[in-house]
């Protein structure tokens, strides 16, 4: 219709079919243009966000929501207040991780940029997954004037560290409860998980997760291909990634990767103490859920929303906890760190408005 619409316009102002010819291909070119943004906003929040919309309704879709109430009434809050702590110390530490990444390139960012960098990019994953890398680096290009490509350089270094880390706690955690990670793995868990979630449901949950994990990485990959094009990009990048094996105190970037990861757990240890049905689990119990709702996040919905869940409550049954008190541990849960973490969002936003 667009295009008929121009060409009747212009035939109609007298137009000779150059002229004519121009204005249709404008109107295709910004037609094509409108298009492609749909499409990337369809599937950097759309999908995302219906991906773990319909994990949660398959879940929860015979949960009892009242036990939700009921659980809050008898939740130890001081427990969970320091399981906040801990969510905002792992923040913090990050953030300064990151200010010595960017040393050894000469740049030396406001240690509380980059503390907030990391607040608004955790927020922003949970509106458009995975971008929060990219959030980060425009906060200190902004602020501190540290450009793009060797900063989002020294997030690749980063990633690569965080994969290192709990590939190690995963191995630990599946020799510390190897009965209970191959019983999971075997589909041989107690009555309730079976009658929770038959093993057609698994296989198609997993199956959606990592169709999910694919389109992730194809989107990633491509986006790579574009970058590789310009070469000073790239070769800031590059400096970016190896700035780690130039750096002079890498002793305090493996302290602080430590801390990071000890802060990830007792967030998530520090909560099994709220409910009394969860209180009595041991250490690797709580270390093998902790690996496999790390591992869960992978999937591209909004903070793991839907994959987590899953993970949480299929190995909480194996552990004897009834689907129900699992059902409730998982949403209450993530769904608070959830909220901190948008509030975190908000409060660095507001912070850097100071910083002009």
């Given amino acids: 219709m667009l295009v008929l619409f121009c060409i009747i316009f212009a035939i109609a102002d007298g137009c000779n079919y150059k002229q004519t010819t121009a204005k249709v291909n404008k109107t295709l070119n910004f037609g094509s243009k409108l298009v492609k943004k749909i499409l990337n906003i369809i599937i950097k929040t759309v999908i ?3 991906l773990g919309a319909v994990i949660l309704y398959w879940i929860y879709r015979n949960f009892d929501f009242t036990s939700i109430a009921k659980a809050l009434d008898t939740m130890n809050m001081w427990w969970f207040w320091a399981s906040c702590v801990f969510v905002v110390l792992s923040h913090v530490l990050r953030g300064w991780r990151w200010k010595l990444a960017l ?6 960012p406001n240690a509380s940029n980059c503390v907030y960098s990391v607040y608004i990019a955790y927020a922003a994953n949970l509106v458009v997954p995975r971008i929060g890398e990219v959030s980060r680096c425009v906060v200190l290009e902004r602020y501190d004037k540290v450009p793009f490509a060797p900063s989002l350089g020294t997030l690749v270094s980063e990633r690569l560290i965080d994969s290192l880390v709990v590939l190690l706690m995963t191995l630990t955690a599946i020799t510390l409860q190897w009965n209970v990670f191959t019983e999971f793995l075997m589909e041989t868990g ?5 009658n929770a979630f038959s093993s057609v449901e698994r296989i198609a949950v997993m199956a959606v997760s990592a169709l999910a994990v694919i389109i992730a990485l194809y989107l990633i990959l491509r986006k790579m291909s574009l970058w590789k094009k310009i070469k000073s990009f790239i070769s800031r990048f590059w400096e970016g990634l190896t700035s780690l094996l130039r750096m002079k105190r890498a002793w305090l970037y493996v302290l602080e990767t430590i801390g990071i990861w000890f802060c990830y757990f007792m ?8 409910f009394s049905f969860s209180s009595e689990l041991s250490f690797p119990a709580a270390l093998l859920l902790f690996v496999a709702g790390s591992i ?3 999937v591209p919905t909004p903070n793991g929303a839907g994959p987590w869940h899953f993970a949480i409550i299929s190995i909480m049954m194996l552990y004897g906890v009834s689907s129900t008190d699992a059902g409730v541990f998982a949403l209450i849960v993530h769904t608070s760190q959830t909220l901190l973490v948008a509030l975190l969002g908000i409060f660095g936003l507001i912070m850097l408005q100071f910083k002009r």
Avoid: E, H, K, R
């Avoid at 040393?103 to 030396?108: F, I, L, Q, V």
């Avoid at 107690?190 to 079976?194: E, N, P, Q, R, S």
């Fill in 48 to 50: 995302p966000l219906l």
């Fill in 103 to 108: 040393a050894p390139m000469g740049y030396n």
């Fill in 190 to 194: 107690t009555v309730d998980t079976a």
């Fill in 267 to 274: 967030q998530f240890y520090l909560c099994f103490f709220c």
């Fill in 296 to 298: 869960a996040v992978v």
